[in-house]
């Protein structure tokens, strides 16, 4: 069977199936906001920072919120797939429409080899001789069938995802509340609030070694925003996107910042070992049977949730960028079952390189993606702030109808999160192994801008800003 082919001028969410209801797209959002950056990074800023990292994720999720609240009413002003890289070309125009969509192109990539490799490290839990990089190709081709077959089985196989984790993740902090209470398990004789500030103080290692943290939080906030990019195929997006995004809060409060606090008031975040989930750790030390093995599993379903999330992005992103003409048109077309398939086969033959280097290199796999990943992450959110302080600029001067979903505190809330976003950059920059990651979007950003000039010289029309029905002056 033949698939579809677009129009040259449809618009970037026609033709795809408005297969997500609001269920679905309400644990999209949930499962956006806990990934392998808790469940195994956390780990390894737990080391660096002791329990002062409970304030970092609480400060991030503060911007984090900003982010989305900027985004929320950028998407009920026009509701697009592809959301954030299309406000980019309407506010910055057409380069930075098109910078922004490869860039969230490849953190979603380099964030599915990130997952890739998580999964190989929890299957090591229970099967220590199997390869990572068997693991890692195994689950690789098992989502992508998933995503090739419909958004609709994308979306209940990610909602199923999503209530494993955020099930798990509120039975890990009852039983962790039930031993401080309590004082069962063997963990029970050591818990303790006092541990959060008893050995060291809140501190340990210094302010600034917590501050160097918030490359890893930052990391572990990615795919909060992928709510925007499934508006295109929101059965209500008017409805579903202002309940997902106003329950952020919450979210970042509960998973993050609670879950932190009890297993860092139940072990002493001495014991925690960088390269092992503090999660699994933490059940381990309670001694409950096969606890340790259930909160592995559910680890395990959070990487698998995060890839499958990313191949669903990368292929939207890619049509988004062959519908403006800056990626080739084959991508525009979608399959039988309404699925841009040779987008989404393309990201996950890239994906395939974490596969490669978990075969070269499994020991920093993890460390090498994530820092890419985040700082891709970073000028995304640049990009939807940035766009958001024009938009109200655009709104205040008349030249724009006001969005139905306003943020708190306008424009302001979003210069603070821009403010907060270069700082968390100067940090990366400073960080002897992180600034490895600068240097790849460097040459990522030259390879861009040579595309882009190679773009313009055969297609001249694509440096025109898109005159959208919107841009016409209210009233």
């Not at 737990?46 to 950028?74: D, H, N, T």
């Not at 490799?117 to 199997?130: D, E």
């Not at 910042?257 to 072990?267: P, R």
Request: aromatic share 14%.
């Amino acid at each position: 069977m033949t698939s579809p082919q677009v129009d040259q001028g449809a618009t970037p969410e026609e033709g795809y199936e408005r297969g997500l209801g609001s269920r679905q797209v309400q644990m999209i959002a949930i499962g956006g906001a806990i990934g392998v950056g808790l469940f195994l990074g956390a780990g390894a800023n737990i080391a660096k920072a002791g329990p002062s990292l409970i304030l970092m994720y609480a400060l991030a999720g503060v911007i984090i919120f900003f982010i989305m609240r900027a985004l929320g009413e950028l998407l009920l002003y026009r509701p697009v797939s592809g959301s954030f890289a299309e406000y980019s070309r309407e506010f910055l125009g057409p380069f930075f429409g098109y910078f922004t969509a490869w860039t969230y192109w490849l953190m979603w990539v380099v964030t599915g080899m990130a997952e890739l490799t998580a999964t190989a490290i929890y299957v090591n839990y229970w099967f220590p001789s199997v390869h990572r990089w068997v693991t890692a190709l195994v689950f690789l081709v098992i989502l992508f069938g998933v995503n090739l077959i419909s958004v609709k089985l994308f979306g209940e196989l990610e909602f199923w995802f999503s209530m494993v984790k955020v099930t798990a993740l509120i039975g890990m902090i009852v039983i962790g509340l039930g031993v401080l209470t309590f004082g069962f398990s063997s963990a029970g004789d050591t818990a303790a609030v006092s541990n959060l500030w008893a050995f060291d103080g809140f501190f340990p290692k210094g302010v600034g070694s917590s501050l160097m943290t918030l490359q890893g939080v930052m990391f572990a906030y990615l795919a909060v925003e992928l709510v925007g990019v499934t508006a295109g195929e929101s059965e209500d997006p008017e409805k579903t996107l202002p309940k997902a995004i106003n329950t952020l809060p919450w979210r970042i409060a509960l998973f993050y910042v609670g879950a932190l606090t009890v297993i860092l008031c139940v072990v002493r975040w001495t014991e925690f070992s960088p390269e092992v989930s503090p999660f699994v750790a933490a059940f381990a030390r309670i001694g409950i049977p096969a606890g340790a093995g259930i909160v592995n599993f559910v680890v395990l379903t959070a990487a698998l949730s995060s890839c499958n999330s990313g191949m669903y992005s990368t292929g939207r992103m890619l049509r988004t960028l062959a519908d403006n003409g800056e990626a080739p048109a084959a991508f525009r077309r979608l399959s039988a079952t309404r699925t841009p398939a040779l987008g989404i086969t393309v990201s996950v033959a890239f994906m395939g390189i974490g596969v490669l280097l978990n075969y070269v290199v499994p020991e920093k796999a993890f460390g090498y993606v994530t820092s890419v990943a985040t700082a891709a992450g970073i000028w995304t959110w640049l990009m939807i702030l940035v766009s958001h302080v024009l938009y109200r600029r655009a709104v205040k001067a008349g030249r724009l109808p006001a969005s139905s979903f306003p943020a708190p505190g306008g424009a302001v809330c979003s210069w603070i999160a821009i403010v907060f976003l270069l700082f968390v950059t100067c940090l990366i920059a400073y960080d002897r192994d992180a600034r490895t990651c600068l240097y790849v979007m460097a040459v990522w950003a030259l390879a861009l801008g040579i595309g882009w000039f190679v773009l313009k010289s055969r297609n001249p029309q694509i440096t025109r800003r898109p005159e959208e029905p919107a841009l016409e002056k209210v009233g």
